[in-house]
């Protein structure tokens, strides 16, 4: 039993609400997952030339102005480091790729959470209102995000194993199921160039849309083929630079409920977790259909 919540601001007046507005949602599927948490939210995109890359430290300390100074030296490039306590948002002016091969040779203590414009992602282990406050959620703003409170049913509980997942660019996922085959994906996968990072299952679904966006199809046509081949209890939640998606699997098991508006769209396993939305009231609420794929664009 997991809990997710997500929530997209049509009127821009809110964006500068965004963090606030999410954060008495994500403390709210505490008991749905007390383990960890996680959040990624989708912020102004940076220039075209330039990847933000979202970074963790986990309890080891890291310098992080001389790894700037570190980077500077390497690339030549423009970087600038903005620091959340054991996590930083990087932004950079050089081939993110090159960047990212690089930290894993020469900082191999600080993991990369994510690559993209607009994304920056946050997780930890830990109470989700505690993980809240030690990177000031309710601070962020922007467009949307996508979040997550994990209870550990079938592997450890580690800031890598913690949701969101991401994969490519601007693009991730949270979970709240079980997967029967993500053994038999990861074999499928492997051998195709897919890298994995954890033996959780949601990373092998989060894998498996990497691989189908990657082949070319969009994100819906990626979900689609995520019928057959992903086997198991899911309601999934995803999040791309300017889409917010939610569909569960054909027996809709794993709740879900969603709130729109003409402000915004709000999503979470269970309705206390919007019930503090400003006009609540006058939202339209439904439960998502099985098998029926929904998806909101800024």
């Not at 690339?75 to 948002?89: D, K, Y």
């Amino acid at each position: 039993m997991c809990g997710i919540v997500g929530l997209l601001v049509k009127n821009p007046a809110l964006r500068g609400q965004l963090g606030a507005l999410m954060v008495p949602m994500l403390t709210g599927m505490t008991e749905r997952g007390p383990d960890s948490a996680g959040l990624a939210v989708y912020t102004t995109p940076v220039a075209a030339q330039q990847r933000k890359i979202s970074l963790y430290s986990g309890e080891r300390a890291v310098d992080w102005s001389a790894l700037l100074d570190a980077l500077a030296r390497e690339f030549g490039e423009a970087h600038e480091i903005a620091q959340h306590g054991n996590q930083a948002v990087l932004t950079t002016g050089a081939d993110a790729d090159r960047v990212v091969s690089w930290l894993t040779r020469t900082a191999p203590t600080v993991a990369v959470l994510s690559v993209g414009q607009s994304i920056d992602l946050y997780k930890d282990v830990g109470a989700p209102a505690d993980i809240a406050k030690r990177y000031d959620f309710a601070s962020l703003q922007g467009t949307h995000l996508v979040g997550h409170t994990r209870m550990a049913t079938e592997s450890a509980v580690t800031p890598k194993h913690a949701h969101p997942f991401t994969a490519g660019r601007d693009f991730c996922l949270v979970h709240n199921g079980s997967l029967s085959n993500p053994h038999l994906v990861r074999k499928r996968l492997e051998p195709l160039g897919i890298h994995f990072e954890t033996d959780n299952d949601t990373e092998a679904a989060c894998r498996f849309f990497e691989w189908r966006l990657r082949e070319g199809d969009d994100l819906t046509q990626a979900v689609t083929r995520g019928f057959s081949e992903l086997d198991g209890f899911f309601t999934f939640l995803m999040g791309t630079g300017n889409e917010l998606l939610i569909v569960r699997d054909a027996f809709a098991c794993k709740p879900a409920v969603v709130a729109e508006s003409d402000d915004y769209v709000a999503i979470a396993s269970e309705f206390r977790s919007l019930a503090h939305l400003p006009d609540i009231a006058h939202a339209t609420l439904f439960e998502p259909k099985p098998e029926e794929i929904y998806s909101w664009r800024i």
